[in-house]
Every structure is written in structure tokens, then in C-alpha cells.
Nanobody, 117 residues
Framework: QVQLAESGGSSVQAGGSLRLSCVAS?????MGWFRQAPGKERERVAT???????YYTDSVKGRFTLTRDNAKNILYLQMNSLKPEDTAMYYC??????????????WGQGTQVTVSS
């Protein structure tokens, strides 16, 4: 069993930046971020495998950067040029297989990101 703990969510104005962090209790092959806005389905935002294979959903490409510290089991999501449509609960997720597809086995509790116009 792997526990995930997120931090870094906050309220910012459009154009601002935030960095989300997720600490895993143990090494795990693939980690990523998903988000869910009110009334919408959960969306895969960005994922990274241990071999550094990354995925970004189209709406965040060029604005969000995913990095991973494998030695410390920490995942970071640097979010720049934030838009109101980025407002959502952001969940850290992880699995022993690539998160590019499928449903993650492990989930964090979520951290709220609110972007005001």
C-alpha cells in the first residue's frame, strides 16, 4: 500500500503560479496529477513514469511542468499562467504501471486550486 500526501493548493488570480507537491510513502513506478472541477469528470492532467516518460493533457501543455524526485519519492507540478478553467480539486495518483492509461490504484486526498479572473 502506498500513501500519497498532496500540498500546495491555494487561491490565485489568473496569470499566477502555483506549485503542487505530492509525497509518496514509498517508491512507485508512475505518478501523476488528475483534477476534477464541479460538475465535470475527473481529468488526467499530467503523468510521469520512473523512466521520465511524461504525458500532459493538451490544455496545460506549455504552462504546467511535471517533475519527480525519485530519491525522495516527491512529485511536483509547477503551474504557470493559470486560468480560471484550471480551477479544480487536484489529486495526486500513482500506480505500479504507467498512468498514461487506465485508472490509478492509489489516490491522495486532493488539494484545491482556485483561479479567479
Amino acid at each position: 500500500q502506498v500513501q500519497l500526501a498532496e500540498s500546495g493548493g491555494s487561491s490565485v488570480q489568473a496569470g499566477g503560479s502555483l506549485r503542487l507537491s505530492c509525497v509518496a510513502s514509498a517508491y512507485i513506478y508512475s505518478m501523476g496529477w488528475f483534477r476534477q472541477a464541479p460538475g465535470k469528470e475527473r481529468e488526467r492532467v499530467a503523468t510521469i513514469d520512473s523512466d521520465a516518460l511524461r504525458y500532459y493533457t493538451d490544455s496545460v501543455k506549455g504552462r504546467f511542468t511535471l517533475t519527480r524526485d525519485n530519491a525522495k519519492n516527491i512529485l511536483y507540478l509547477q503551474m504557470n499562467s493559470l486560468k480560471p478553467e484550471d480551477t479544480a480539486m487536484y489529486y495526486c495518483a500513482a500506480d505500479h504501471q504507467s498512468l498514461i492509461r487506465g485508472t490509478p490504484r492509489y489516490w491522495g486526498q486532493g488539494t484545491q486550486v482556485t483561479v479567479s479572473s
